[in-house]
């Protein structure tokens, strides 16, 4: 069974940076897209960032229009980890972040992920 753990949250001011780590067991890992998600009390879980399975051929991503420039996600195949780095953080990105990992392709939508992590609280205030 594929379990995923995040881990690198925390309380950070605004412009600062902030790196998010999910750890893959379970499966064999260069198999899976990965992808990064959040959500903000009172707001549905909203796509931010997807990295294709290390066997395509392109090693594609995907970031959400909000964090585009400023995201950057990035796998460690010999580690089974998933990273998003997070640059010039904003009051608005302030959420919950999940980690999520399915067979195939990256996808943009929640819904494609059968498997999720617990989540890591990134707070972004003064």
């Known amino acids: 069974q594929v379990q995923l753990i995040e881990s690198g949250g925390g309380l950070v001011q605004p412009g600062n940076s902030l790196t998010l780590s999910c750890s893959f067991s379970?499966?064999?890992?260069?198999?899976?897209?990965m992808g990064w998600f959040r959500q903000a009390p009172g707001k549905e879980r909203e796509f931010v960032a997807a990295?294709?399975?290390?066997?395509?051929?392109?090693?594609?991503?995907d970031y959400a229009d909000s964090v585009k420039g400023r995201f950057t996600i990035s796998r460690d195949n010999a580690k089974n980890t998933v990273y998003l780095q997070m640059n010039s953080l904003k009051p608005e990105d302030t959420a919950v972040y999940y980690c999520?990992?399915?067979?195939?392709?990256?996808?943009?939508?929640?819904?494609?992920?059968?498997?999720w992590g617990q989540g890591t609280q990134v707070t972004v205030s003064s």
């Open positions: 999520a990992a399915h067979l195939g392709y990256y996808s943009v939508s929640a819904n494609s992920y059968p498997y």
């Open positions: 379970g499966g064999t890992f260069s198999s899976y897209a």
């Open positions: 990295a294709a399975a290390a066997i395509t051929w392109n090693g594609g991503t």
